[in-house]
């Protein structure tokens, strides 16, 4: 727009342009305060550990993106696990879980929110929604599942904002069953924890567990999250697992791991979430002490 056309708005244009512009700013600033994007140039063992698994290439819209399947033979797995990381990370970081995934019938995908790893596209929560749903339909038609058996053959699991991801996503498709690492309540009461009461107000992305949880059991089926979380996370307090599994002790177990932090959480449990993997999603630890 140039200096012309801008002379010409009346002061009310002028006005709702004004704050168009600053609820952009502000949403644009708020996506940096919940996403921590990191390309697989990082780190210069990612190319080969690529070669370990099959890179799905799909499209969502005009972003192309990018995930890793690991699957067995068979021509439908029985299950279908879609893992979702935490900020900073990308999709190869869980096979320090899958590689200890006993032999089974069932497939693990391992996704990259748009910006990360290989995917284009900035992050942002509903272009994260859409991907994964096309991502659902492509798995679906490649495996010959209906739509309609999608929320019983799929599962969830996610690290930190990885669990909101796949609870957002349980939500969508009707899944019964997931593994919730290191979880928060809300983006909100994250952000009051860190920053005090103003700031969160400017995250774009509101992220709300409690919501989603309580949005499954409304559907009144079965459901079956387990719950994990480090008494020594630094980042994300275990009073926030705490409440979410207080808030539906029907729905939740609650696992409470001694010496794990936020960020080691995945290397330290590695054989239990592996075995969780293909038991159906049914975790156990016994502790050393």
Known sequence: MNPVEMRSLSRGEMLRLGIKII???????????????????????????????EQVRYESGPIKMSAFLDCGPRATPE???????????????????????????????????????DSEGKPDRKLIQR??????????????????????????????????????????HSIRKGILIAPFTS??????????????????????????IRELTAAKAELNLHIIHGLQDDIIPVSMARELHEAFPGHTTLWEIPDANHN??????????????????????????
């Not at 940096?32 to 190319?47: E, G, H, W």
Request: charged share 20%; proline share 4%; with cysteine.
């Open 23 to 53: 609820v952009e700013m502000i949403s644009s600033r708020g996506r940096n305060l919940v996403y921590l994007p990191r390309r697989y140039d990082s780190n210069p063992d990612y190319a080969q550990w690529k070669t370990s698994l």
């Open 131 to 172: 991907c994964i749903d096309d991502l659902i339909e492509k798995l679906a038609a490649r495996f010959s599942i209906e739509r309609s058996d999608v929320g019983n053959r799929f599962k969830v699991m996610g690290h930190s904002l990885g669990s909101a991801v796949a609870l957002e996503t349980a939500v969508r």
């Open 264 to 289: 080691d959480i995945l290397l330290l449990l590695s054989k239990e979430l592996g075995c969780a993997l293909t038991n159906g999603g049914d975790f156990s630890y016994v502790s050393n002490k």
């Open 79 to 117: 299950s279908i696990w879609l893992l979702f990381g935490g900020n900073a990370s990308v999709a190869l970081d869980w096979l320090t879980v899958t590689f200890f995934a006993p032999p089974s019938s069932d497939a693990f995908v391992l996704f990259d929110y748009p910006g990360f790893g």
């Open 187 to 212: 983006v909100q009461k994250m952000g009051e924890k860190m920053f005090g009461k103003i700031i969160p107000m400017l995250a774009a992305d509101r992220y709300d567990n409690l919501k989603s």
